[in-house]
């Protein structure tokens, strides 16, 4: 499993059920589990430490979590963190995100092309300024539009006055919230990554397997002004590494969790989301690896995409089997049925709050009524490729930015609008073969779901079919061209009219069905909200502060201990070494994707093969996870989160401690790797010593 | 494009549309285009030449053509159709199928497992006998039922007359019954095949693709009493092979067209069945290749049925973009309009005509209805698994065996007795980790696709979850043993009640609804098949013998020339040579598919690298063509179908000849590759002189 946060999945046992397992919990740091670390490790959870591990970790918007482990600016995260960001600086002669990367010095350091970090700085409790607008809001205004407004509005008002990212985060199904402050950091610059091949050593088939072998690391350093940050708070790094049975914590940003769903939510999934998700995935899968098949260019381009789409269609496989499991399915319906129980055992009988459960199971019906339409025309599935991403911002945005912040879409307001740029103007290649490959298919299955006949689809093929249709679009846009981007993106709607792009003019034509669609989703979205507050409220009463907060890309404290587990009644170690790498290698006569990369192979005889590469142990994670730092009760980084086992894969819906784990690449691996594979003792040597040699 | 009959697809442009093509037509060998090869070729078409080229000729009933080749009972087809049979005879320390064979002496050919051959003796038209017991149908008997019980009994009394296989064909949608006689061989013994990297040289990227560089021959000895045989029709090898333009042609086994199918139909097909069979294919390519992935031994079980998923949905893919264009549709439509306009015209205005197309957009509407369901629970759809196939097959066996022969499910007649039981009992390996992967898998779709709570999925899985359900059904059954086979097979129902055996009992569970389903889907087959009679014989009566029927995995002659074409504006050379393979490998760094065998790389010195490989022709050809040998005006060898260029993919509807191309391996590059790569001179020597040196 790669833990971004795209691959983030949506089901969970309800916490009642789940409450059995000492080391569950995806924790606030504003609201840590300082009771169960005292008396199941009498471990001390202090303010100051609390704090440094909060300012040294760090949030990649590309999706995903690393920390800052030097005091010159290092972040570590994974290599499928920065792939993206290896990908996009990625030319047909030089394969930084298959061969690898190391500048030995400042000057050799290459700068990312979109890449934006996040540090938060601070949390401010805004529960009563958001319920006080939405009561006072404006006549015509719908709840959803008022706590917008007022959300648009909070993070205004908090942007301009301390220049600061400002995010107001719903947590508890509404029940609380908070506004987050980031530090934003983009002039990010790549220092290490090792080869893919060891990345992600064994490929899709090892995915989601132990016992793993995998450098899944790649090092950015942080500028700021054009010069290294010295950011106060970095995690010291442990050469020593993670031991067997030692207590360890996880600082990452978990993306989405759904613990907390109610039947009528997960049967959803089941019968209509996950299954439409998946044929999605595996056509482009299909689609993908065809086309990489053909030619090692082809590959190259594809990579990310594959790599993602594999990636989600797995953790969907699981998390669906998870679904289909009638003993899931009657566990989650007894445990909804016991809290009922007790909600109706209360005085008043809880009446709301059963209302709230019927609410949910309503809107949930007239969601699933408009879901094809809407996953299909608004959420892109029909148009799947990264130019119509754009040509459909540049009409948004051109209709979007004369409105008052608080009536946007959502990702038009304000606060967002630095993220909004620096995508729209990212210099990231786009390959116009690529674009053609998937918006043809994606215009077929368009067809075969929709229908031929469908006024839509007629419109949208203009008479031609899907693959003609799409070749025409691609080659006639001009969304490619970054300038032409910045002209109609400042020029407003005006000059988006004026320049009668065909593509811009495609998204135009389904522009109003795609947002009455999302009308739709958000309306019923916003009844689920206010019931999933009541229900929240609900429990909270029922079961005070033991709770924590579905996943939502925000940092949480997770912690576990490095664990040996049963599989097919046999222990699996915990820790493995080079040596079990080699030997994987030599089992597989070196095939892909057990091959090793050359430089692997030269260098083993100057490793010491005894030396732990990766570990497990029991945090709870989830994607989005990915490249947190993993550390000791001392606060020092000991590993580095990349992937979670097998049975791992039904975290979404719950946490089990029996078998799931959470695997870690090794602090002491990283070290031996870069000294006697890359021959990067500067680097070593700055991650031991916390600053540059 | 593999050519196999399976991926026969079913579309087609009328007749009327596609005539301006000189080189269109799967022509009968009892009305072959004696007018046209005179015209346009001054080529007399002889009937000895006919009827020897016939004798030669060889159907593989695993699904594909071949040819004898030796007066010693040689008989080459290609290495995917003869892949079946390689896969079945290897073992996890034997693998024929990827490494090749050859025996050098009759001692060291090794017998096929449950390979069948036909070869056709006589063809005999029963149309009236069809037709008239159909008019004197017994009461209670409906049409379909009469027509098969008249069939199957024409079948018997030949099969008991003259020992020979006997099968009534449908020929013009029904216009035309004619009985095929063919000799049946069953002791096959592998000769030769050449490593599966050579004969599927580029893998799935360069499926569909020209130039090709494949040697994608499989060669095999038919035995009788224990001997081998001597054919006394056998096509002589051309040591000079095809030469550019001239004119070929191909004998073989077109497994379907639907050339002939109404707009309704392709709407059905575009709509519907394409979809849906296209997302399944889908899935299993997806599944099939992880689980391949995952170690050599996999990869080795998974391969056959991987190999014959992705050559299928790469034809339904290709089928469905020609659907989806509304150019195709429209010529289609106005074919159609036109058609009708001339019978309108015609004394009567071919009222019943018109009718009958009314008649079958009716059927198919209703078919329609129950597609899904039909899919999944009679067609095998929701059961993907060799288990599930013979637990059934033992079911209904017991069932139709004493019924009269005309009234039971046509494939447990008596006339194809020996062909189920050669199935039934054949001792190929069948994997219970795989047959887990695929059922799990397969029952997870049904589940998504009736839905959760449908009453049979709930009986289906039985309380478990889908993956649970397929292990604990293939863990438990007896059905891969063969001798639990042949016991429940000759103690009938009340044996194979008292087994208990649970995926039978499985099987009992499905088969009411599963045996109505196929049942509405036979009716409404047989209102299409007597309305695509009478429309059959109207354009008959307008367009006279100028017409061919649709494919039906008969014996067929095409004809046409080798060939130059072009694409994207350059000329593409109708042959390539061995020049060109080492090239390509070059190209592409020696990387898998594109990599060479050890002995192709070590023998490069001793080839002659100017020797064609491949070649081109315009010949007329589909899914089941496989194998076919090419032959020149002489009736010599001058090589062998294997595949067909991207243009082609729309044959099922109707022929092109701008750029539409059959590929074949060249017949002195076998010759070639046999005597320098793979050192089989005495092989190379009989086929050179008819005889064994």
């Known amino acids: 499993m790669k833990l971004r946060r795209l691959t983030g999945l949506a089901a969970g046992l309800l916490a009642a059920a789940a409450f059995a397992h000492a080391e569950e919990g995806m924790w606030l740091f504003t609201d840590p589990p300082r009771a169960q670390l005292q008396s199941a490790y009498g471990f001390d959870l202090t303010a100051a430490w609390l ?120 947590l508890y199904q509404g029940g609380s919230y908070q ?27 090892d995915n989601f397997e132990y016992p793993r072998y995998d450098l899944d690391i790649c090092i950015f350093r942080v500028y700021e002004n054009g010069q290294p940050l010295h950011p106060a708070d970095y995690l010291k790094w442990s050469v020593a590494g993670a031991r067997a049975d030692e207590l360890v914590f996880v600082s ?23 299954p439409l998700q998946l044929a999605q995935l595996k056509r482009l899968d299909v ?18 995409d594959l790599f993602g789409i594999q990636n989600s269609r797995k953790l969907r496989d699981g998390a669906l089997s998870a679904l289909q499991d009638p003993g899931f399915m009657g566990t989650k319906d007894i445990a909804e049925d016991s809290f009922k129980q007790r909600l109706r055992d209360r005085p008043g009988g809880g009446r709301s709050v059963l209302a709230a459960f019927r609410q949910i199971a309503v809107a949930q019906r007239v969601f699933a009524r408009s879901y094809l339409r809407y996953r299909y025309l608004e ?21 979007e930015r004369p409105k008052p912040n608080g009536e946007r879409l959502r990702e038009y307001g304000d606060a967002r609008r630095e993220s909004l740029e620096l995508d729209l103007f990212s210099d990231r290649p786009i390959y116009p073969d690529l674009e053609i490959l998937t918006l043809g298919d994606s215009l077929t299955d368009l067809t075969e779901k929709l229908g031929y006949d469908d006024p839509t689809v007629q419109a949208v093929l203009a008479g031609k079919s899907p693959r003609a249709r799409a070749a025409e679009l691609i080659r006639g846009t001009h969304v490619r061209d970054v300038a032409f981007r910045r002209k109609l993106y400042a020029g407003g709607s005006a000059a988006v009219a004026a320049a009668a792009d065909p593509l811009i003019e495609l998204a135009r034509s389904i522009d109003d069905e795609a947002r009455s669609l999302r009308k739709i989703a958000e309306a019923q979205d916003e009844v689920k909200q206010q019931a999933q507050a009541v229900i929240g409220r609900a429990r909270f009463a029922l079961e005070g502060t033991s709770n924590y907060p579905d996943a939502t890309f925000t940092l949480r404290l997770a912690y576990g201990t490095v664990k040996a587990y049963e599989e097919n009644g046999e222990e699996v170690a915990p820790l493995t070494n080079f040596a079990g790498l ?33 570990f497990v142990s029991t945090c709870d994670i989830i994607g989005g996870n990915s490249g947190s730092p993993t550390v000791n009760a001392a606060g020092e980084f000991v590993g580095i989160i990349f992937d979670g086992n097998i049975e791992s894969l039904s975290a979404d819906f719950g946490y089990q401690d029996a078998q799931s784990r959470a695997v870690s690449v090794h602090s002491a691996g990283i070290l031996e790797a870069l000294r006697q594979v890359y021959g990067a003792n500067a680097l070593a040597d700055e991650l031991v010593h916390g600053h540059r040699p």
């Not at 459909?392 to 945005?397: D, G, H, I, K, Y």
């Not at 070196?590 to 430089?599: Q, S, T």
């Open 51 to 170: 704090q440094h591990l909060m300012k040294a970790s760090v949030r990649f918007n590309s999706g995903g979590s690393g920390s800052f482990v030097s005091g010159d600016g290092l972040v570590i995260t994974n290599h499928h963190v920065g792939l993206d960001s290896l990908q996009k600086m990625s030319t047909a002669g030089q394969n930084y995100a298959r061969d690898g990367f190391y500048a030995a010095t400042g000057a050799q350091e290459r700068k990312c092309l979109d890449l934006e970090l996040n540090v938060l700085q601070s949390v401010e409790d805004v529960t009563a300024r958001v319920n006080a607008g939405v009561a006072a809001k404006a006549p015509g205004d719908d709840d959803a539009q008022a706590r917008r407004k007022v959300m648009a509005g909070i993070e205004k008002e908090s942007r301009d006055r301390t220049g600061l990212r400002s995010d107001v985060v719903t």
């Open 582 to 614: 080699y030997e994987r290698a030599a089992s597989h006569h070196g095939r892909e994707p057990f091959d090793l990369p050359p430089r692997w192979v030269a260098r083993k005889a100057a490793l010491d093969l005894q030396t732990p590469l990766n």
């Open 287 to 304: 689609l993908l690896s065809a086309w990489s098949a053909r030619s090692d260019e082809n590959a190259r381009r594809a990579k990310d």
């Open 252 to 274: 990452g940003h978990p993306g989405r969790t759904d613990r907390l769903l109610t039947v009528p939510e997960l049967e959803f999934m089941r019968d209509v989301s996950f």
């Open 379 to 399: 959420a892109g599935g029909g148009f799947f490729s990264d130019s119509f991403g754009i040509a459909r911002e540049l009409l948004r945005a051109g209709e």
């Open 179 to 205: 506004l987050y402050r980031y530090k934003r950091y983009t002039d990010i610059r790549l220092v290490f990554a090792p080869e893919q091949q060891a990345a992600f050593y064994g490929g899709d088939p």
